[in-house]
T-cell receptor, first 109, second 112 residues
Framework: GIQVEQSPPDLILQEGANSTLRCNFS?????LQWFHQNPWGQLINLFY???GTKQNGRLSATTVATERYSLLYISSSQTTDSGVYFC???????????FGAGTRLFVKA | KAGVTQTPRYLIKTRGQQVTLSCSPI?????VSWYQQTPGQGLQFLFE???????NKGNFPGRFSGRQFSNSRSEMNVSTLELGDSALYLC???????????FGPGTRLTVT
């Protein structure tokens, strides 16, 4: 089945720093989403981005479907950005979603 | 618009028992997917339902089952609980299964 790899697994930033999280996938996908999981377990939608680039405030994402990767950019990080960031891909024609292992981000004040 | 709701939020069960979890999707969404999250295995896909039909399932034993009702609400059932079934169970809804998914707060199941 399709493999989804996220890097780095862990990231520690000083408040105000920028970062790039990467998601590689091994096969063609129908769609791709980025989520932020808060300490209570709630998955919060960041981007639905099967291809192209989107921006939302300090966050932006780019998916290059032909090269099978997606990037999530966090600029001017804040302590509230801490948590786990997941990439999830939808398999083509299969109605199945595969999650990466996540990137655990800690932003220090 | 109300979000995805899951009940109960917390549950403690004993090995060998069975449990039923409920998920109410966003109004108008007809696809519901279920996931298990554990520290060791991460977020794993359990199954997806659309219009009361299971369209796909993950690699879980037959003790894990689900169903969807005509109003799109879904339930999942785990029979003969094992300690390893302790996890956060998340459900997500989307318009069709190929669209953006929205997650509920999860049910945290502890098996003792």
């Amino acid at each position: 089945g399709i493999q989804v790899e996220q890097s780095p697994p862990d990231l520690i930033l000083q408040e105000g720093a920028n970062s790039t999280l990467r998601c590689n996938f091994s096969d063609s996908v129908n769609n791709l989403q980025w989520f932020h999981q808060n300490p209570w377990g709630q998955l919060i939608n960041l981007f639905y981005i099967p291809s192209g680039t989107k921006q939302n405030g300090r966050l932006s994402a780019t998916t290059v479907a032909t090269e099978r990767y997606s990037l999530l950019y966090i600029s001017s990080s804040q302590t509230t950005d801490s948590g786990v960031y997941f990439c999830a891909v939808g398999t083509t024609g299969g109605f199945k979603t595969i999650f990466g292992a996540g990137t655990r981000l800690f932003v220090k004040a | 618009k109300a979000g995805v709701t899951q009940t109960p939020r917390y549950l403690i069960k004993t090995r060998g028992q069975q449990v039923t979890l409920s998920c109410s999707p966003i109004s108008g969404h007809r696809s519901v997917s279920w996931y298990q999250q554990t520290p060791g295995q991460g977020l794993q896909f359990l199954f997806e339902y659309f219009s009361e039909t299971q369209r796909n399932k993950g690699n879980f034993p037959g003790r894990f089952s689900g169903r969807q009702f005509s109003n799109s609400r879904s339930e999942m059932n785990v029979s003969t609980l094992e300690l390893g079934d302790s996890a956060l169970y998340l459900c997500a809804s989307s318009l069709s299964g190929a669209h953006e998914q929205y997650f509920g707060p999860g049910t945290r199941l502890t098996v003792t």
